[in-house]
Nanobody, 114 residues
Framework: QVQLVESGGGLVRPGGSLRLSCAAS????????MAWYRQAPGKQRELVAQ???????KYKDSVKGRFTISRDNAKNTVYLQMNRLKPEDTAVYYC????????WGQGTQVTVSS
């Protein structure tokens, strides 16, 4: 089982930026495809971005051009750079392994508000 720890959330004004990090407790990190999800109050958890072991990426349409997922296999860490944030990006953000079953972190709160 892989343990994941997210960090980097916080309160930011609309138009601002945040960088989320997710550290994995496994030396086999490079063999895992990884993803970021988010869950807003009263809504289902949704996939935001994913990155394959070869670095290929996919994004939810509403974040394309604003969010960037990346990974550093030497640091066992996956990142989510979020720019031009909007109030509708407010949610708890989770990272996960793309496995069956997935491994989840505890989440980090992102609040976009003026």
């Amino acid at each position: 089982q892989v343990q994941l720890v997210e960090s980097g959330g916080g309160l930011v004004r609309p138009g601002g930026s945040l960088r989320l990090s997710c550290a994995a407790s496994t030396s086999g990190f490079r063999e895992y495809a990884m993803a970021w999800y988010r869950q807003a109050p009263g809504k289902q958890r949704e996939l935001v971005a994913q990155i394959a072991t070869n670095g290929n990426t996919k994004y939810k349409d509403s974040v394309k051009g604003r969010f960037t997922i990346s990974r550093d296999n030497a640091k066992n860490t996956v990142y989510l750079q979020m720019n031009r944030l909007k109030p509708e990006d407010t949610a708890v953000y989770y990272c996960s392994t793309i496995t069956l079953p997935p491994n989840w972190g505890q989440g980090t709160q992102v609040t976009v508000s003026s």
